[in-house]
């Protein structure tokens, strides 16, 4: 069985400024991981996803993730934060042989000009 | 952007009615998922499909049930609605299992 806690139900960031969201997982096998972003009245759109091979991985609008197995850990960064960054952004794990996603429960990131 | 829709987007009804929600896709993807998203809770899934005919229940299964007739069609039926099942619900479909490509959602009140 996988689950995933995200740190943290809301963050807030000045513009500019380092975004980190933190994440969590547990899994009985080697997992897939993935961060998701929500905009308001809209569906989930995929930022980035670990299955295997390089531990950092880079998604889209400049975020990124590192995998770090000892940790169980599955952090999302950004350098520096733009005003269009305020979203809902959740974490989610399955493991390698499982066709379900477990996810997060969410983490609502607003950035202050 | 992949190819789903959700219909109705908006849907209001009266508890103890049966409501069907309707997700298509355009993709040829083999997996396709229904989700409900209540403040708190994230995502949750209620069930999935993993090919025609061939569906399994999620973790908040309860008072619903879904059919896949055809590779792009994923019906899901609220037999009895009730008000603990407004929410906003998600489709999503993956073509391998991995990863997941959501619709846009439909937003279910039940008075």
């Known amino acids: 069985a996988q689950s995933v806690t995200q740190l943290g139900s809301h963050v807030s960031v000045s513009e500019g400024a380092l975004v980190l969201l933190r994440c969590n997982y547990s899994?009985?096998?080697?997992?897939?991981l993935f961060w998701y972003v929500q905009y308001p009245n809209q569906g989930l759109q995929l930022l980035l996803k670990?299955?295997?091979?390089?531990?950092l991985v880079k998604g889209i609008n400049g975020f990124e993730a590192e995998f770090k197995k000892s940790e169980t850990s599955f952090h999302l960064t950004k350098p520096s934060a733009h005003m269009s960054d305020a979203a809902e952004y959740f974490c989610a794990v399955s493991g390698s042989n499982d066709y379900k996603l477990s996810f997060g429960a969410g983490t609502t990131v607003t950035v202050r000009a | 952007d992949a190819g789903i829709t959700q219909s109705p987007r908006h849907k209001v009804t009266e508890t103890g009615t049966p409501v069907t929600l309707r997700c298509h896709q355009t993709e040829n993807h083999r997996y396709m998922y229904w989700y409900r998203q209540d403040p708190g809770h994230g995502l949750r899934l209620i069930h999935y499909?993993?090919?025609?005919?061939?569906?399994d229940k999620g973790e908040v299964s309860d008072g619903y049930s879904v059919s896949r007739s055809k590779t792009e069609d994923f019906l899901l039926t609220l037999e009895s609605a009730t008000s603990s099942q407004t929410s906003v619900y998600f489709c999503?479909?993956?073509?391998?299992?991995?990863?997941?490509?959501f619709g846009p959602g439909t937003r279910l009140t039940v008075t």
């Open positions: 899994s009985s096998v080697p997992p897939y």
């Open positions: 499909s993993y090919g025609v005919k061939d569906t």
């Open positions: 670990y299955t295997t091979g390089a531990t």
């Open positions: 999503a479909i993956s073509r391998q299992g991995d990863e997941q490509y």
